[in-house]
């Protein structure tokens, strides 16, 4: 990008300036740190960037324009310009009937897309009078136990002009099925069903450990779901890759982004080899990413991930359609970087964090709740947190041009560094025997759970600073917050309600369909098609996770 010899000089003067003017400066001041670093730890931040500090960067090669490989600068050609990214909120309230109105509630703020929450029996694949979901009945979420209650949930809602979102995995073929069959019932063409499943399993065995069945079987559910959606809903993105929980359990940037997209390989290559050609599925891929407090290194890591997915998809799967090396994410604020303490200052914090989303180029976004570190959000909290995307969108000019960051000297090494990094533990992984065999051998939870102690460590040592927590502490009595609950009576009601389904349900029906899943179950055929028409015989999320629990057992990991 620069001539030579114009190099040298900006060397030789750098130089100079350190010598005569920096150096004088710090032996007199001093600096806060003797050491500045990204928030991580992944890389040395220092004093000043210049144009020696992205010397090899070849625009064409490394940037590029928006819309075009190696998508650095962002997949869309307008991106926010042309249209502003989704604004999603989280909600999934103790019944389906709660959840239909913070729904309502959420569109009549100016809400662009919907984003569904589960409680942790629907996402273990219990219904709500299992033995195991006693006392967590709608507590993390809405608690969906059939057809009836999905149908609550989107009742007034056309699912042909909203876009859904929904945070489930181990059961995300029951859900996607309960999805399709609310859009049949409502006269939806499948093709103009839009939204996303999570359905990233991978991410289950490695941080939150919301699992059911063993890898294998799980990679074959979610390759069916890539092949009914291809072929059904087109528009519907068949699984969210998600770093959002590696970067909750504790890890780097980098680390975010090389086990995300490691898993991206994974499920590839587990369709490829199912007999799936790569450009038929991948343009329905998508990514879910956590935005954490250092906006710079956010932004870097955003644009890294770009670039890298290109690379991966033409080099190691050889895609040529221009929509499979698109890497298209979601962004979520940081959940854990709330605090219980001085809880206002987390809108502070998620407006940064939403930030450095916007920069970095994100197809949609979820603000969090300021009361999030304490239950699930309130209307009012939610309300604000929704607030901030369209602040960001209408008055803050943050989106009225395309990667406003490029160019910066520091951003650019900053991206390059995140970039180096994560392909050398892709490499890592590679040796291993790809992420799979990393991950049930532990060795990627090692990885993570060494950097959440490090920064832990850090935290209590006052090494490193959080506001409110362990500095500018005040001392307060209890704060006075309104907080959402799920009552013991609203529990029993939502027990009862499942247990009258099954009384007044065709019984002959719902033992059919569960009969022809498990028959499916034991060959190789796709299993969506069985799993609607149980969902449509109004057999339950329980029933259905049993039949397979059965076929194909329960996953067992090891101790790390």
Known sequence: MFDPDDLEEIRSEKRRWEEETREPTVERFGEREERFTTDTGGQDVDPLYTPDDVADLDYEADLGFPGEEPYTRGVYPTMHRGRLWTMRQYAGMGTAAETNERFNYLIDQGSSGLSMAFDLPTQMGYDSDADMAAGEVGKSGVAIDSLEDFERVFDGIPLDEVSTSMTINAPASVLLAMYVAVGDRQGVDREELRGTIQNDIMKEYIARNLYIYP????????????????????????????????????????????????????????????????????????????????????????????????????????????????????????????????????????????????????????????????????????????????????????????DPLAGSYYVESLTDGIEEEAFDILDEVDRRGGMLDAVQNQWVQRQIQDTAFERQREIEEGERVIVGVNEYEVEEDEPQVDLEDVSEEEQRAQVERVQDLRESRDSEEAEAALAALRDAATGDANLMPYIVDAVKAYATVGEICNVLRKEFGEYQPGSV
């Open 215 to 402: 890898p294998a079987e799980s990679m074959r559910l979610i390759t069916d779901i890539f092949e009914f959606c291809a072929n059904e809903t087109p528009k519907f993105n068949t699984i969210s890759i998600s770093g959002y929980h590696i970067r909750e359990a504790g890890s780097t940037a980098a680390q975010e982004i090389a086990f995300t997209l490691g898993n991206g390989i994974e499920y590839v290559q587990a369709a490829v080899d199912a007999g799936l050609d790569v450009d038929e599925f991948a343009p329905q891929l998508s990514f879910f990413f956590n935005a954490h407090n250092n906006i710079l290194e956010e932004v870097a890591k955003f644009r890294a991930a770009r670039r890298m997915w290109a690379t991966i998809m033409a080099e190691r799967f050889g895609a040529e359609n221009p929509k499979s090396k698109q890497l298209k994410f979601h962004t979520q604020t940081a959940g854990s970087m709330l605090t219980a303490q001085q809880i206002e200052n987390n809108v502070v914090r998620v407006g940064y964090q939403a930030l450095a989303a916007v920069l970095g180029g994100t197809q949609s976004l979820h603000t969090n709740g300021k009361d999030e570190a304490l239950s699930l959000p309130t209307e009012k909290s939610v309300r604000t947190a929704l607030r901030t995307q369209q602040i960001l969108a209408h008055e803050s000019g943050a989106a009225d041009t395309i």
